[in-house]
């Protein structure tokens, strides 16, 4: 049984509808902070909208407020915000019903000092500049027609698709998309990564490394934007050997990532113009080139023809060619003729003058010109010879008379050389038996030292050598099949064997006082 009905509250509490409660809130909060003064870094900003209103957001290290700058005291500021500026902001704390937001309505704005965003982003700037990460030669020219392309982005947000549709309008390709985070804790290193992995990729394996990068982001405020300033992320893009474009947030959004990039677009989209041409524009310019082509080349050939037909008319024709060397060769068959008549008589000539000087008495004059002279010669030769005996007989005469005296010199000359050879005998005796008895000396050590190693001396302790067929020693029973010759050779002798099946005759049973006989202990053979 019920005590209520159905229109009566189970409580005392006044009932609200969502716009009395939204305006009530309202209300106590443009009461309690009907005039305030904020201290905060802008965050957000874009400029005026274009209806003349300020849209941004005040922060500091922990806590974010929106903002707000209406027309009117937009006008009558005396500076205009900047992204990043830190300021001192008066005016009052109001509600948005709409969506339960709360904001600040600012009617005065005074500079605090540059945000401590802006200045670790300024110094990292300027860190990374030193190191030349920033340096126009290190930037790549972008390749005009890649085959691939890769994308850096979030793979659910609008940024893929305006790539994707702006891509297939302008020239197909194969796109692949390495999907990260571009917002929040650990997005920087995934996007360095990803930079990294593309550039590790195969140029031919089964995903084929990208001709040009696109690394790409929509807009947001300096913080959604932070993780491009990551230093991770810099110099991943930096160290890209594949040519980047940087296309974060939208054209008056900058970050690190664009000074280092190969190229920076303003938008997503434009990254996508900036990667590949139109393909229509390309086939209409390949048209006109090929049109320019045929006409040139028509043109040309029709210049070459008229060229050809030009040199032909100028060339001679057959007949004056050969008319010249005809009429020499006529010339020259007509005189020849003549000119073997005037050099026969011409050699007569010659000959007749040359006949002329051999007269008889002429050549009896000449030889008794050589006689005389031929008896001069043999005149003088004859004195030559005398004196030249004359000189021998002296000198002969010299040589007798020293060779008489030689005998008395050879003598003691060759006494002397007796006693001196009889010395050197003895000598030479000495010495070539010391020398014999060292030798003797060391082939006898040699000899003994021979037997000592020899194997015959083995073989006189009871041992055989077993030879193969070859003559070759045979070192293991392994060796020889059945049916084998072979040699066995003793201390004082060979004998010729043939080999068995195996197994052999039983060893006979030593008596019993061979078994207590030691058997002899082998000596050394050194």
Known sequence: MSFFSETDSPSNLAEYSVSELSGSIKRTVEQAFDQVRVRGEISGYRG????????FSLKDDRARIDAVIWKGSFSRLRFKPEEGMEVIATGKITTFPGSSK???VIETLEPAGAGALMALLEERRRKLAAEGLFDAERKKPLPFLPRVIGVVTSPTGAVIRDILHRIADRFPVHVVVWPVKVQGEGSGQEVAAAIEGFNTLDPFGPIRRPDVLIVARGGGSLEDLWSFNDEIVVRAAAASQIPLISAVGHETDWTLIDHASDRRAPTPTGAAEMAVPVKADLDAEVASLAARLRGATARQMDNRRQGIRALARALPSLDQLLALPRRRFDEAAAGLGRGLQMNTVNKRRAFERTAAHLRPDMLLTRIAERRQCVADRLMRAERIVERRLDQLRARLSA???????????IKARTERSSDRLRGLVLRAESALAGDLARRRALLQAQDRMLQSLSYRNVLKRGYALVRDEEG????????LGPGRSIAIEFADGTVDAVTGSGGGPPRRKPAKAEEEKPAPRQGSLF
């Open 399 to 409: 040589f007798d008379v020293s060779l008489r005296a030689t005998p008395a010199r």
């Open 102 to 104: 709360y904001q600040i």
């Open 48 to 55: 005026p909208h274009s209806s003349g209103h300020a849209y």
């Open 472 to 479: 070759a020693p045979v070192k293991g029973a392994a060796s």
